[in-house]
RNA sequence: UGGGGCGUCGCCAAGCGGUAAGGCGCGGGCCUUUGGAGCCCGUAUUCGAAGGUUCGAAUCCUUCCGCCCCAGCCA
């Protein structure tokens, strides 16, 4: 519950703007003490990390509340809509952490009600059919500074009104040849509320109605009368619906339903380096830039799942980026911080080199194969240990050698001792290049009385190189992301796509793993020390392992290596 | 003089008349068999601006400035 105070701190966590609304609405019993909250996704397209926001918030407020929070297919237009997004949002929502129990629904579900209040609008003389083309219904409604005209078929009787709806309905009429509108006030400055469309004739088969309707609903009516139909309590959406409030409480009011839910707006999600538009990801898509709406490093919910992100990480991302109606851009490291975070804690470690280079210890027996132990999860003892191989040759991160190091550079040098984790300390006596200057091996001695990585003298060394034994390893197929675009802001920009990262994605073939990784399945998770979090993707076979990188570790040398670059 | 919103640290975000929470980022230190993780410290004398009210203002009043949304038979 919230307003408690903090376990650790003591602190009293404050409540957003609509946590405060709901408490206090609660303390005054407005809705009888009940919660009720809702997701409402038009079922046109994937889920991605501003519906996240969304999804968080109702169902969170509900959980805080000891409320109920539906999930609602707002499914009026099926010109756009399809049954595979009605599965993918599930999957979604269900893949995110949340449980709508029975509370399953579908504005379709309501065609016939949502007729009937229709009916009772023109009875009550508050809506009339109307035969303006959709141009003159254009010109008619003037501009953002000038009032709009009444159409000359406004004032049509009561019985004339519910005749032609009735034949609407029946399918008497073409296409876009007559609406039904609201009668409200065409020179009103809420442009919303000049006369809004609320039935269009559209002959389409629906993906659950079929062709039982040729009449669909327009949003602001479906939406309020959805809402009052399940009693919702607080009607969440973001803030471009503010100016549909005032259309929403009058369709409540002059349909006189009892429930008349609360609308309340937030602002909506950006992230930095990200696009959210529908309409952008679509480009994206079709353009060939990404291979899909699961593309690992698409924004979308089925995109993250690939990529690797723990659900539980975009909740806590969604906890900490708060709520608030003024315009944000939150920086994708918060997203990324929430994810190490949580795969810091829960991510077995294994060793893989991206890019091998070859390290022979000569004075380590030929034939000999050690198991060294290894610790699977500094960050939880009951990971347990593991065994892996340690022989004679074996392979070292090519970013880990530096022939000539440059300053702050701690890793493997001619001359050089490091640490093998959890194995020996080893010295670089000679490099070995081939005829183009190109380093191809390097020759190491190791100190056999500092096995598992620790020497009896106490001496010290500066770094722990992560390694594998070339006999045994296992080769992988390794993707590197990173993001999808180089500006702060590509969505701004209606060529955001020039924004493009040129190397999004770069794919590595020659990666060796430890052989304990030949256990993992598509989806799991793991850590390649000092190199970030991995999963398997689902396009692994039995004799090839792909990985998906989900995020780097920190790299302080990275960051040291880039300023030096950049002061000279 | 169209309507509706919003302006608090580089990015989010608390604050609701009693003297600027927190997170990310960034900088420094400690620690470390991941240059990971963890721990510690630092990071807005000031809240878009200017006036006013008050013992006291980010919070109240006035004016001004800036930004966002709205003219689908989309949601």
Same mark, same amino acid.
């Given at each position: 519950?919230?307003?408690?105070?903090?376990?650790?701190?003591?602190?009293?966590?404050?409540?957003? /703007?609509?946590?405060?609304?709901?408490?206090?609405?609660?303390?005054?019993?407005?809705?009888?003490?009940?919660? &009720?909250?809702?997701?409402?996704?038009?079922?046109?397209? *994937?889920?991605?990390?501003?519906? &996240?926001?969304?999804?968080?918030?109702?169902?969170?407020?509900?959980?805080? *509340?000891?409320?109920?929070?539906?999930?609602?297919?707002?499914?009026?237009?099926?010109?756009?809509?399809?049954? @595979?997004?009605?599965?993918?949002?599930?999957?979604?929502?269900?893949?995110?952490?949340?449980?709508?129990?029975?509370?399953?629904?579908?504005?379709?579900? *309501?065609?016939?009600?949502?007729?009937?209040?229709?009916?009772?609008?023109?009875?009550?003389?508050?809506?009339?059919?109307?035969?303006?083309?959709?141009?003159?219904?254009? @010109?008619?409604?003037?501009?953002?500074?000038?009032?709009?005209?009444?159409?000359?078929?406004?004032?049509?009787?009561?019985?004339?009104?519910?005749?032609?709806?009735?034949?609407?309905?029946?399918?008497? /009429?073409?296409?876009?040849?007559?609406?039904?509108? &609201?009668?409200?006030?065409?020179?009103?400055?809420?442009?919303?509320?000049?006369?809004?469309?609320?039935?269009?004739?559209?002959?389409?088969?629906?993906?659950?109605?079929?062709?039982?309707?040729?009449?669909?609903?327009?949003?602001?009516?479906?939406?309020?009368?959805?809402?009052?139909?399940?009693?919702?309590?607080?009607?969440?959406?973001?803030?471009?619906?503010?100016?549909?409030?005032?259309?929403?409480?009058?369709?409540?009011?002059?349909?006189?339903?009892?429930?008349?839910?609360?609308?309340?707006?937030?602002?909506?999600?950006?992230?930095?380096?990200?696009?959210?538009?529908?309409?952008?990801?679509?480009?994206?898509?079709?353009?060939?830039?990404?291979?899909?709406?699961?593309?690992?490093?698409?924004?979308?919910?089925?995109?993250?799942?690939?990529?690797?992100?723990? !659900?539980?990480?975009?909740?806590?991302?969604?906890?900490?980026?708060?709520?608030?109606?003024?315009?944000?851009?939150?920086?994708?490291?918060?997203?990324?911080? &929430?994810?190490?975070?949580?795969?810091?804690?829960?991510?077995?470690?294994?060793?893989?080199?991206?890019?091998?280079?070859?390290?022979?210890?000569?004075?380590?027996?030929?034939?000999?194969?050690?198991?060294?132990?290894?610790?699977?999860?500094?960050?939880?003892?009951?990971?347990?240990?593991?065994?892996?191989?340690?022989?004679?040759?074996? *392979?070292?991160?090519?970013?880990?050698?530096?022939?000539?190091?440059?300053?702050?550079?701690?890793?493997?040098?001619?001359?050089?001792?490091?640490?093998?984790?959890?194995?020996?300390?080893?010295?670089?006596?000679?490099?070995?290049?081939?005829?183009?200057?190109?380093?191809?091996?390097?020759?190491?001695?190791?100190?056999?009385?500092?096995?598992?990585?620790?020497?009896?003298?106490?001496?010290?060394?500066?770094?722990?190189?992560?390694?594998?034994?070339?006999?045994?390893?296992?080769?992988?197929?390794?993707?590197?992301?990173?993001?999808?675009?180089?500006?702060?802001?590509?969505?701004?920009?209606?060529?955001?796509?020039?924004?493009?990262? !040129?190397?999004?994605?770069?794919?590595?073939?020659?990666?060796?793993?430890?052989?304990?990784?030949?256990?993992?399945?598509?989806?799991?998770?793991?850590?390649?020390?000092?190199?970030?979090?991995?999963?398997?993707?689902?396009?692994?076979?039995?004799?090839?392992?792909?990985?998906?990188?989900?995020?780097?570790?920190?790299?302080?040398?990275?960051?040291?290596?880039?300023?030096?670059?950049?002061?000279?």
């Amino acid at each position: 519950m919230p307003g408690t105070p903090d376990k650790d701190t003591g602190s009293i966590p404050p409540l957003d /703007f609509i946590r405060t609304i709901v408490a206090t609405d609660l303390v005054n019993q407005k809705h009888d003490g009940r919660v &009720a909250t809702r997701f409402p996704p038009e079922p046109n397209g *994937y889920l991605h990390i501003g519906h &996240a926001k969304s999804i968080c918030l109702n169902f969170g407020v509900a959980a805080d *509340y000891r409320g109920t929070c539906n999930v609602r297919f707002d499914d009026t237009n099926p010109a756009k809509e399809d049954v @595979e997004y009605v599965n993918a949002i599930q999957n979604d929502i269900r893949w995110l952490g949340f449980d709508w129990g029975k509370h399953l629904h579908y504005a379709s579900d *309501y065609f016939e009600r949502l007729y009937g209040y229709a009916v009772r609008l023109i009875e009550r003389g508050k809506a009339y059919v109307d035969d303006l083309s959709a141009e003159q219904i254009r @010109e008619y409604r003037g501009t953002l500074i000038a009032p709009g005209r009444e159409s000359s078929y406004r004032d049509r009787s009561v019985e004339e009104n519910l005749d032609l709806f009735a034949r609407m309905r029946a399918g008497e /009429f073409p296409d876009g040849s007559k609406v039904l509108r &609201a009668k409200i006030d065409m020179t009103s400055g809420n442009m919303n509320m000049r006369d809004p469309t609320l039935y269009r004739i559209r002959r389409a088969t629906h993906h659950r109605t079929g062709n039982q309707w040729c009449v669909y609903p327009m949003y602001d009516f479906t939406h309020a009368l959805s809402d009052s139909i399940e009693q919702i309590t607080h009607s969440l959406c973001t803030l471009e619906f503010e100016d549909h409030r005032p259309l929403y409480d009058w369709v409540l009011t002059e349909t006189e339903v009892t429930c008349h839910p609360q609308q309340i707006e937030f602002a909506r999600l950006n992230l930095s380096y990200t696009v959210l538009s529908k309409r952008q990801l679509l480009v994206l898509i079709e353009k060939g830039l990404v291979f899909g709406w699961d593309d690992p490093r698409m924004p979308t919910l089925v995109g993250m799942r690939r990529r690797g992100l723990p !659900p539980k990480a975009i909740r806590t991302f969604c906890d900490r980026i708060g709520m608030a109606k003024r315009k944000n851009v939150v920086d994708v490291a918060v997203l990324e911080h &929430a994810v190490r975070e949580e795969l810091n804690q829960t991510s077995p470690r294994v060793m893989a080199v991206l890019r091998p280079l070859k390290v022979v210890i000569q004075n380590y027996p030929e034939e000999k194969i050690e198991e060294v132990d290894l610790v699977n999860n500094p960050e939880n003892p009951d990971a347990g240990t593991r065994k892996v191989p340690f022989s004679r040759v074996l *392979y070292l991160e090519r970013d880990d050698f530096s022939e000539d190091p440059p300053k702050k550079f701690f890793r493997l040098a001619p001359g050089r001792e490091v640490r093998l984790r959890g194995a020996y300390f080893i010295t670089c006596v000679d490099v070995v290049k081939d005829g183009q200057g190109e380093i191809v091996e390097l020759r190491c001695t190791y100190d056999p009385t500092t096995r598992g990585g620790s020497s009896p003298d106490g001496r010290r060394v500066k770094a722990t190189l992560h390694w594998v034994s070339v006999e045994q390893a296992l080769t992988a197929q390794v993707r590197l992301y990173d993001r999808l675009f180089v500006d702060e802001h590509p969505g701004e920009n209606r060529n955001f796509l020039e924004a493009i990262n !040129p190397s999004s994605l770069e794919v590595i073939n020659t990666c060796r793993v430890e052989p304990s990784v030949a256990s993992m399945a598509p989806g799991d998770r793991c850590q390649f020390e000092r190199l970030g979090y991995f999963c398997v993707d689902p396009d692994s076979s039995d004799g090839q392992l792909v990985f998906n990188r989900t995020v780097s570790l920190r790299d302080v040398w990275a960051k040291i290596a880039r300023t030096m670059k950049a002061s000279g």
